[in-house]
């Protein structure tokens, strides 16, 4: 049984900070590429960014690049997002999955399982 449990979210001002957690257990999370993907509420789930396996390729949706950080520490079975600058639109419930292949790293049908999520919102 694979569980995935996303923490850090949060209310925050424009401009501010969050780190999400994602904590998995079941699976160890070296054998996965992990992902980040968001939906805001009437939207499609969206993706935010990736990570392979080594952390040697990290892809970003243009919306965040250069404001979000993904990383992860294989030791902890941990996934991180850091959130910085942060914009009302960037509110959604963000979700971490993991994926056993790359090849449809950016799109939800290239994971295998995903955490419930946390809720991000970001005020004006």
């Known amino acids: 049984q694979v569980q995935l449990v996303e923490s850090g979210g949060g209310l925050v001002q424009a401009g501010g900070s969050l780190r999400l957690s994602c904590a998995a257990s079941?699976?160890?999370?070296?054998?996965?590429?992990v992902g980040w993907f968001r939906q805001a509420p009437g939207k499609e789930r969206e993706f935010v960014a990736a990570?392979?396996?080594?952390?040697?390729?990290?892809p970003y949706a243009n919306s965040v690049k250069g404001r979000f950080t993904i990383s992860r520490d294989n030791a902890k079975n941990m996934v991180y997002l850091q959130m910085n600058s942060l914009k009302p639109e960037d509110t959604a419930v963000y979700h971490c999955?993991?994926?056993?292949?790359?090849?449809?790293?950016?799109?939800?049908?290239?994971?295998?399982?995903w955490g419930q999520g946390t809720q991000v919102t970001v005020s004006s």
């Open positions: 999955a993991l994926a056993a292949s790359w090849g449809q790293i950016m799109q939800p049908i290239g994971y295998d399982y």
């Open positions: 079941g699976r160890t999370v070296s054998n996965y590429a």
């Open positions: 990570i392979s396996w080594s952390g040697g390729s990290t």
